[in-house]
């Protein structure tokens, strides 16, 4: 049995399903052991109080447990983990105690990472770990997945250093021409698309919906990265949409009589939420960087498979993807409500778990990953910011 080892800040069993989770389920069914090891969480979190763990339906478990033949998850508190203050001195005067995470980890994933065949470093808190990963893994594929661009994310400067000295990894793997560009120096960049569940998605669900309603129903289904204002605008601009949030939310959210805040849902809810909306909304901050969520934003794609309009900000709009209308393209709210159907065909997630296991074994690379020469000279693969069209 080939073993593989997740570092993520996800928890194996959680409600919202990352890309990651997804990866998991599909390298089991093929025949690998899985090690998830969940990092980013330290004793300050349960001192301060996550809001990440307050949207577990329990604690976690700490320690090493083994769920079966093919799943181990590891979840323990160093110290420490990488933190951003808002004060630039304090955030400097933390920086050598995180030392004290990484020889944390170093213990705990000794074992797992020498019986390791591939290695998996999810973007976030893990990349701290990368010389650690190479010096404990040497035989393994190590790869860096850029899920997001945590430069978005408020991310300490540790990680941002962390992440540009990438020489830890054997491959950089991301959905994002824009991230890929970001790592043209390293010698090894594919270009992997995230997916969907397609066996899930083909069974029917019930409508979660009050009917009748006075007018469409606009679904946001997720909070990263997201725009209050900019969400409370177009409530207030559409009193006539129905407004659905499902998501965590670090604050209280203004309160609108036609906006609801259903909070963190599983996925089932989640995508009878989408199936049965009009609307996609991907209201993400309106900010330098965001418009890599047009390919690595899991509500996007499923408002594609089901065929909703997206409406966001204009850098997230590309004439490949027609179906994402901007804020401030003619008549957006308009061609929101009059759109018609037209569902898109999208990557089932098994693809994704293809990709990132092929390394050594299937060649060449190209057959199940984007060239690396490719992905990773920006000419090729940047896609402009471009402004929305009608």
Same mark, same amino acid.
């Given at each position: 049995m080939k073993r593989a080892v997740l570092l993520t800040g996800h928890f194996p069993f959680q409600k919202r399903r990352p890309s990651m989770l997804w990866v998991s389920h599909h390298l089991r069914a093929a025949g690998w052991h899985m090690t998830h090891v969940t990092v980013g969480y330290s004793w300050l979190s349960k001192v301060f109080g996550d809001v990440r763990l307050t949207a577990l339906d329990?604690?976690?478990?700490?320690?090493? /447990?083994?769920?079966?033949?093919?799943?181990?998850?590891?979840?323990?508190?160093?110290?420490v983990h990488p933190v951003k203050t808002k004060s630039t001195p304090?955030?400097?005067?933390?920086?050598?105690?995180?030392?004290?995470?990484?020889?944390?980890?170093?213990?705990?994933?000794?074992?797992?990472?020498?019986?390791?065949?591939? $290695?998996?470093?999810?973007?976030?808190?893990?990349?701290?770990?990368?010389?650690?990963?190479?010096? /404990?893994?040497? /035989?393994?594929? =190590?790869?860096?997945?850029?899920?997001d661009d945590i430069r978005l994310l408020n991310a300490p400067d540790i990680l941002l250093r962390a992440e540009r000295d990438h020489r830890p990894f054997t491959r950089i793997? %991301?959905?994002?021409?824009?991230?890929?560009?970001?790592?043209?120096?390293?010698?090894?960049?594919?270009? !992997?698309? $995230?997916?969907?569940?397609?066996?899930?998605?083909?069974?029917?669900?019930? !409508?979660?919906?009050?009917?009748?309603?006075?007018?469409?129903?606009?679904?946001?289904?997720?909070?990263?990265?997201?725009?209050?204002?900019?969400? %409370?605008?177009?409530?207030?601009?559409?009193?006539?949409? /129905?407004?659905? $949030?499902?998501?965590?939310? =670090?604050?209280?959210?203004?309160?609108?009589?036609?906006?609801?805040?259903?909070?963190?849902?599983?996925f089932e809810t989640t995508r009878a939420h989408i199936a049965h909306?009009?609307?996609?909304?991907?209201?993400?901050?309106?900010?330098?960087?965001?418009?890599?969520?047009?390919?690595n934003s899991n509500r996007i794609l499923l408002y594609r498979y089901h065929g909703l309009p997206t409406l966001g900000p204009d850098r997230l709009c590309h004439p490949s993807i027609p179906s994402i209308i901007g804020y401030n393209s003619p008549q957006a709210l308009d061609r929101c409500e009059t759109w018609k159907r037209d569902p898109e065909a999208v990557p089932d997630w098994k693809e994704l778990a293809d990709r990132l296991s092929q390394n050594s074994v299937t060649e060449p690379p190209e057959v199940t990953s984007t060239p690396p020469a490719s992905a990773a000279n920006p000419r090729v693969n940047t896609v402009p910011a471009l402004a929305c069209k009608a």
């Open positions: 329990k604690p976690p478990h700490y320690g090493t /447990q083994h769920h079966g033949p093919s799943l181990t998850s590891i979840y323990s508190l160093p110290p304090l955030n400097r005067w933390l920086e050598p105690g995180y030392r004290l995470f990484t020889n944390h980890w170093r213990r705990r994933l000794r074992t797992p990472l020498a019986q390791a065949d591939l $290695v998996i470093c999810e973007s976030g808190p893990p990349v701290l770990l990368g010389p650690l990963l190479a010096k /404990q893994a040497p /035989q393994a594929a =190590r790869i860096y997945r850029v899920s793997s %991301t959905a994002s021409p824009h991230i890929a560009a970001r790592f043209a120096d390293h010698p090894n960049v594919t270009l !992997d698309p $995230v997916g969907i569940p397609h066996a899930n998605l083909k069974v029917s669900t019930t !409508d979660p919906y009050p009917r009748p309603h006075p007018g469409p129903i606009a679904v946001c289904a997720g909070t990263t990265l997201l725009d209050t204002a900019a969400l %409370t605008r177009l409530a207030d601009a559409r009193p006539r949409w /129905q407004f659905h $949030v499902l998501g965590r939310l =670090r604050e209280t959210p203004p309160a609108r009589p036609n906006i609801t805040w259903h909070g963190e849902q599983d909306a009009d609307i996609g909304l991907a209201p993400y901050r309106d900010e330098p960087g965001v418009a890599y969520q047009t390919t």
